[in-house]
């Protein structure tokens, strides 16, 4: 009976991600510019200097092609070596969001913040909705967490240092992008969203495959 109720309260929480996620799309698609985004923005970006903007671009590093890929590869390849070979094969699949983030940046279509409405410290190419960093974030250091708080054979002292780690960049990566100017607040959201919805899957086949 628990084993069902939690299952039942997963498929609503994700219902409700995803419907979200939709409402904020089609929202998005219809106003590009929100006077939201643009106070949100200005708000963060007012207090700024050179050893912030360089932490900033720091913490978006790791979302940054093709360091980006390199990130998923490396690690799935040291949980690999490490005798975690599923887990290292799932954090692969982490690389198929990629195509996910692309597809909807098309669709969408909404075009990145300019140097009229904000201070640019980064400059990027492709669409603004939804952020791929904080997407990639959400998802990549989100299982990252979940494995650490999972695995039983993982020494304590690496498990607090990936966990703090992880929780700590998918924290910053929405100020991050806002900072930089890379993105609108609303577009860190959809990718937060979007993220919580990639981990869903990942999780459940992870979990499925293990318990049988």
């Not at 198929?96 to 279509?109: F, R, Y």
């Not at 913040?113 to 974030?137: I, M």
């Not at 250091?141 to 304590?156: A, E, H, Q, R, Y």
């Not at 992008?177 to 969203?193: E, K, M, N, P």
């Given at each position: 009976m628990s084993i069902l109720l939690k299952r039942n309260t997963l498929i609503f929480i994700l219902i409700v991600l995803v419907a979200t996620f939709t409402c904020l799309s089609f929202f998005i698609a219809q106003h590009q510019i929100l006077d939201f985004d643009l106070k949100t923005s200005l708000f963060i970006q007012q207090?700024?200097?050179d050893w912030l903007d360089k932490l900033m671009l720091a913490i978006s590093f790791f979302g940054e092609l093709p360091y980006s890929l390199l990130?998923?590869?490396?690690?799935?390849?040291?949980?690999?070596?490490?005798?975690?070979?599923?887990?290292?094969?799932?954090?692969?699949?982490?690389?198929?969001?990629?195509?996910?983030?692309?597809?909807?940046?098309?669709?969408?279509?909404?075009p990145r913040p300019t140097a009229f409405y904000v201070r640019l410290v980064e400059v990027n190419r492709f669409q603004s909705?939804?952020?791929?960093?904080?997407?990639?974030?959400?998802?990549?250091?989100?299982f990252l967490i979940i494995l650490m708080s999972t695995l039983k054979n993982v020494p304590k002292l690496t498990k607090n240092l990936v966990t703090y780690l992880s929780a700590f960049l998918m924290i910053t990566i929405v100020p991050s992008r806002i900072y930089l100017g890379a993105h609108w607040f609303t577009d860190t959201v959809g990718g937060f969203l979007l993220g919580l919805i990639c981990l869903f899957p990942l999780c459940y086949f992870y979990f499925k495959k293990k318990t049988n």
């Amino acid at each position: 009976m628990s084993i069902l109720l939690k299952r039942n309260t997963l498929i609503f929480i994700l219902i409700v991600l995803v419907a979200t996620f939709t409402c904020l799309s089609f929202f998005i698609a219809q106003h590009q510019i929100l006077d939201f985004d643009l106070k949100t923005s200005l708000f963060i970006q007012q207090y700024h200097a050179d050893w912030l903007d360089k932490l900033m671009l720091a913490i978006s590093f790791f979302g940054e092609l093709p360091y980006s890929l390199l990130s998923v590869v490396v690690v799935a390849i040291i949980f690999y070596q490490q005798k975690y070979k599923r887990e290292g094969l799932f954090i692969s699949t982490v690389l198929l969001s990629g195509l996910i983030i692309l597809g909807i940046k098309n669709v969408i279509n909404r075009p990145r913040p300019t140097a009229f409405y904000v201070r640019l410290v980064e400059v990027n190419r492709f669409q603004s909705y939804p952020s791929g960093h904080v997407l990639s974030y959400t998802l990549f250091f989100g299982f990252l967490i979940i494995l650490m708080s999972t695995l039983k054979n993982v020494p304590k002292l690496t498990k607090n240092l990936v966990t703090y780690l992880s929780a700590f960049l998918m924290i910053t990566i929405v100020p991050s992008r806002i900072y930089l100017g890379a993105h609108w607040f609303t577009d860190t959201v959809g990718g937060f969203l979007l993220g919580l919805i990639c981990l869903f899957p990942l999780c459940y086949f992870y979990f499925k495959k293990k318990t049988n």
